[in-house]
Structures are given as C-alpha cells and as structure tokens.
C-alpha cells in the first residue's frame, strides 16, 4: 500500500512541478501581437495564476463540500449534449450498453477494458455534490460509481504521464468535414483524487442517457464542463498538443479555462 501512494505522490509532484501550467505542452494561445491575442495572453496568465494559487491554497487531497440526502431538491439538470448521435453509441444504446467497454490507455503498462458490469462489481463511492455550471447555475446530486485513482493503479500510470485525456461519444458539434467529439483533460492531481470517480448512477438509480450513460466522470472539485459524459476512453499522456486545438479540452479549445477548479 505504501508504494503506491508514495507512486501516486510521484505522480501528483510531477504533474504539477512539470507542468508550467501544466500546460506548457499544449501551445495554449498562440501571440501574434494583434489586440486579440495580447487579450489572450493577459487571459493565459489569469489562468495559470488561478491553477497554482487554488493548488496552493485548497491542497491536492482537499475534499469539495458534501451534502445531505435532503438537500437533494430537484433532478440533475441535463445540460449539454444529452442524445449523442454517433453510430457507435447507437449501438450501444440499443442494447442497453451491454457490450460497453472503458477502454485505459496511452502511457501505461498494461492497457486495460472493464465492461460495464465490471464497474459496477468494484467498490463503489457515493457522494452528493453540487454541480457548479459555467452558465451560473447549481444542482445537488447524489452520483455512484467507483474511483478512477483505483484504476489508474491496476493499468500502472508510467512515470512521465501528466495528463490524463477523457475522449466521449458525444458528437458535441457538427461541422462540414464531420462531427467533433467531446473530449476533456486533468492533470493526475485531480485523476487521483478520491472525489474522482466514474459515475454509473445518479439519485440512487442508473445515470439516465441525458445525464451521461453509461459513464460519467466526476471530478468534484471542477466546473461542469470538466464532467465529460458519455465517456469511453481515458489516455494518459505527458502532452495535450495533439488532442483538438491542443488546450485540452472542447471548451478550452474555444477559450474556457483549462483547469475550471472551484
């Protein structure tokens, strides 16, 4: 047990100490001395100010507020994608997720594939949680699942990971050359957190499509839009260039903060 929380430590320290925003790698704004861009880079700047500062001051193991059942007052509110079109998940759906794989992948050791039931069979975490939108509004829910940190340690993380990259059915936007994909990113900090975990069910029944069947992450202390759905594949990567516009994620890539942290 104590080789892996002093691993986990490892890791933690490395993406943080190596991370220069942890995004160093990602070309986050790209300055060409227009108006727009030294807008940017004062953005930039207030982004990694607010990383290292909620990183110092709220701590790596900081757990995000939790309530009780009877401030659970309303459904989750769907927001969103809440239908994906994709053929694959079609499929799926169809025969209510029963072929369903998590696929864990990228810079690991063993790359591994856990169906849904299987999931479902290892030890689970509840925890009622507010929802914080970017768009200003909140929603107090229970969500059931199990803990990625776990997981991560099965597949053994390799030491030059930073990023973990979460890649989702959900074709968030059409376009003409063809749909884009939702996808989303954290540092291992956040990957390893105990209030991390990959959500199969919402108020005591199973995560309703419109809320992210068959999985969901959580990463509590995060905004909403840091809670991808729809959720298939988790990589882990020492560089977030190569994914999307390469800021880490689809809101990112359009100019939300990458971190999100509350």
């Given amino acids: ?26 070309n986050q704004f790209d300055f060409l001395g227009s108006k727009e861009n030294q807008v940017r880079q004062v953005m930039e700047q207030a982004n990694v100010l607010t990383y290292n500062v909620q990183r110092a001051l709220v701590g790596d193991q900081a757990l995000a507020r939790e309530y009780s059942a009877s401030e659970i007052r309303q459904g989750q509110r769907p927001n969103g994608s809440t239908d994906p079109t994709t053929a694959e998940y079609r499929f799926l759906r169809a025969q209510d997720f029963a072929s369903y794989k998590l696929k864990i992948t990228g810079m690991v050791e063993q790359p591994l594939e856990f169906t849904l039931d299987e999931l479902r069979n290892m030890p689970a975490r509840s925890q009622i949680t507010r929802h914080d939108c970017v768009e200003g509004w909140s929603c107090i829910a229970k969500w059931t699942g199990t803990q990625l940190g776990p997981i991560l340690d099965m597949a053994r993380v390799k030491s030059g990971a930073r990023f973990a990259v979460y890649h989702c059915f959900d074709n968030i936007q059409r376009t003409l050359t063809g749909d884009i994909l939702y996808y989303e990113s954290s540092d291992l900090v956040d990957a390893y957190h105990p209030q991390t975990i990959l959500s199969y069910g919402l108020n005591d029944q199973v995560l309703p499509v419109a809320n992210g069947a068959p999985i969901r992450l959580r990463i509590e202390r995060a905004l909403g839009y840091k809670q991808p759905k729809y959720l298939h594949t988790i990589e882990l990567v020492d560089d977030l260039s190569s994914f ?18 509350i």
């Fill in 1 to 26: 047990m104590s080789g892996i929380i002093t691993r986990r430590n490892f890791l933690r320290g490395t993406a943080v100490a190596g991370s220069g925003l942890v995004l160093a790698g990602c």
């Fill in 244 to 261: 999307g516009k390469g800021k880490g994620g689809y809101w990112p890539d359009v100019g939300y903060d990458w971190y999100g942290g």
